[in-house]
């Protein structure tokens, strides 16, 4: 008797018609074979040997480099379970309509099952999956970001309980592109793009879209949310999670060598963009993550900015579209202060710097997580480790203060569903436009977002030790365009304050937006910046505030009945500190 899985698989074989099939176990040398099939499509090559033993350059077709947030949809059999901000389809509408673009897609091709595990493998919150493709570069992709293999077969056994994702490139043709999920029944469909976000299908559409739905069903959580460990100088790690939107560097923050480690501050990295949080016992929530590598951002990464993802990349990583010296090594824009000499660009031809960059600002680096010399000791704890901080953060060149504490549980799920940040090259569209996305998960709820706002408010009244809520920002730039803080290494003052303020010291200054440090309680030893600069960070513009508040309550009408009157009532609290604070200076 075939297992649920096999006769999906054989359901899918049936409907894509590829030439083989071949079921991966997960071993060393079935992963340097699926290298081999990636080379052997031609758009691969194998980079230097000696200085980057086993990596590779992928570039992918020019039209399929982000993710297409047009051609994704939540298909539930009510439109209102999907919610405003998602694109919604009927399941039948949308099988029907797509069908026909997988009927037979995988004709010639091999078709690559890969069972895998999203969390530790020995986790009670891991979940399998299954995905089918075409693609050998997302069948080593998977490889490397998930548990693949015989472990999931194993920890499956003959049970049901698998989310299944048919993916085909197709034909790449952007117009035959759709990323489906079906949350009533867990399964994925994507075809037409063999990019990460939309292809590599246990990392956005289960471990976040599939997984927002599963954990609301089961009372946990699916968050795009770094998860890090800050150590103390007495060795004590308090665990943080922290939701940035895509390409806002939360790759970043979660690698980070400390510019406190003399200090005896040190950063551990436990995940880097997806965390499930479970309640526990002794209610604190508790976080895995559940991916095995880094889908990072390569652009404006360096030695400086991430270097202990500089250390990991130099052995098996698969780079998708960064730019390529004469002498084999990957490059993008910000790795070196000048571009080599003779560089090949992202497409493959001579780079010439009138054509634009040379890696794409979407290039990315897929390497496994366990390479980096930051990584947690408990990266891999099957219970997972105790959250005391949710940090929420966007890219605001104006308005938003460095941080912030939330005076309330629900004060703090209001300053995430009001996240708002100027768009990256993470999503096709333009750049650098100001949106709202909601606690980083506008792309990623796989449902309504008003009922998904509830949610979070019913989880705090649940916990009996809710993380502590900030937010924050490290894009704040003065009336000339320059950044007003120096990110990176530095960020830890921020993370060192927050800690303090868990312990119950820290001091704050309160305001009608939230609790922000005293300039004092920030630790600047060894940083130099101006009281100017440092003031115009800290600031809390009442004026600015009131017109925000505006467009927060134009955003809130988008959700009607489904917002929670919780959210509401903020606003208006909020407002009434901002009257008072208008007054006061006078406006
Ligand atoms: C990612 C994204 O790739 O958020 O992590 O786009
Ligand atoms: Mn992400």
């Known amino acids: 008797m075939p297992t649920p899985m096999e006769k999906w698989v054989e359901e899918a074989a049936a409907l894509t018609k590829p030439e083989r099939v071949q079921w991966c176990e997960g071993t060393e040398g079935e992963h340097e074979q699926l290298l081999k099939d990636m080379l052997r499509g031609g758009n691969s090559l194998l980079l230097d040997r000696k200085s980057f033993p086993n990596c590779h350059l992928h570039r992918s077709d020019p039209r399929d480099v982000a993710r297409t947030e047009k051609v994704t949809f939540i298909c539930t059999e009510r439109k209102q379970d999907a919610g405003p901000t998602n694109n919604w389809m009927a ?66 056994g003959r049970s049901d309980d698998f989310v299944p994702g048919l993916h085909s490139n197709g034909d790449l043709d952007p117009s035959h592109r759709y990323i489906l999920h079906f949350p009533e029944e867990k399964l994925i ?3 037409g793009s063999g990019y990460g976000g939309n292809a590599l299908l246990g990392k956005k559409c289960f471990a976040l879209r599939i997984g927002t739905w599963m954990a609301r069903e089961e009372g946990w959580m699916a968050e795009h949310m770094l998860i890090l460990g800050l150590e103390d100088p007495g060795g004590r790690v308090t665990y943080m999670a922290a939701a940035f939107p895509s390409a806002c560097g939360k790759t970043n923050l979660a690698m980070m060598v400390s510019a406190l480690e003399d200090e005896g501050y040190r950063v551990w990295t436990v995940g880097d963009d997806i965390a499930w949080l479970h309640p526990g016992p002794d209610g604190y929530l508790y976080a895995v993550n559940p991916e095995a590598g880094f889908f990072g951002v390569a652009p404006g990464t360096n030695e400086h900015t991430n270097p202990n993802v500089i250390e990991a ?24 202060a000048q571009p080599p ?11 010439l710097p009138e054509n634009g960059p040379a890696a794409h600002p979407n290039s990315r680096y897929t390497v496994p997580a366990r390479q980096s010399p930051s990584i947690s000791p408990r990266w891999e704890d099957p219970a997972g480790v105790p959250i005391s901080a949710f940090i929420f953060g966007g890219r605001r060149a104006k308005l938003e203060p460095l941080v912030y504490e939330a005076t309330s549980w629900e004060h703090g799920v209001y300053s995430g569903a009001t996240l708002a ?10 750049v650098g436009v100001l949106r709202r996305d909601p606690m980083a998960m506008l792309p990623f709820c796989g449902y309504n977002m008003g009922h998904y706002f509830s949610y979070w408010l019913e989880m705090g009244r649940r916990l009996a030790h809710p993380p502590r809520i900030f937010h924050v920002n490290w894009f704040r730039k003065d009336s000339e365009g320059r950044y007003l803080w120096p990110g990176y290494g530095e960020n830890v003052r921020v993370l060192k304050w927050m800690l303090d303020r868990i312990s119950g010291a820290g001091e704050t200054h309160e305001t009608p937006i939230g609790l922000v440090p005293t300039p004092a309680a920030l630790d600047l030893n060894g940083l130099d910046i101006s009281r100017q600069n440092l003031e115009a960070l800290l600031r809390v513009d009442p004026a600015d505030w009131s017109a925000e508040l505006e467009g927060v309550k134009e955003y809130f009408g988008k959700f009607g009945d489904d917002l929670p009157l919780e959210l509401h009532s903020e606003a208006d609290r909020i407002g009434r500190r901002l009257q008072h604070a208008n007054v006061a200076t006078g406006r």
Do not use: C
């Open 91 to 156: 399941p039948q509408q949308a099988k029907e309509m797509v069908r026909p673009l997988l009927e037979g897609a995988m004709k010639g091709r091999t078709m690559y099952v890969l069972p895998y595990i999203m969390g530790p493998a020995e986790s009670p919150f891991a979940r399998v999956g299954v995905e089918v493709t075409d693609s050998a570069y997302v069948a080593a992709s998977m490889g490397i970001m998930t548990r693949m293999g015989r472990v999931a077969l194993d920890r499956l």
């Open 421 to 430: 940040s100027e768009t990256t090259a993470a999503a096709t569209g333009a």
């Open 313 to 336: 990349l130099h052995r098996n990583t698969i780079f998708t579209n960064v730019g390529l010296t004469p002498d084999n090594q990957p490059w993008w824009e910000g790795l070196t």
């Open 189 to 191: 469909w994507s075809v």
């Open 341 to 351: 000499q003779g560089l090949i660009d992202w497409k493959g031809q001579a780079w």
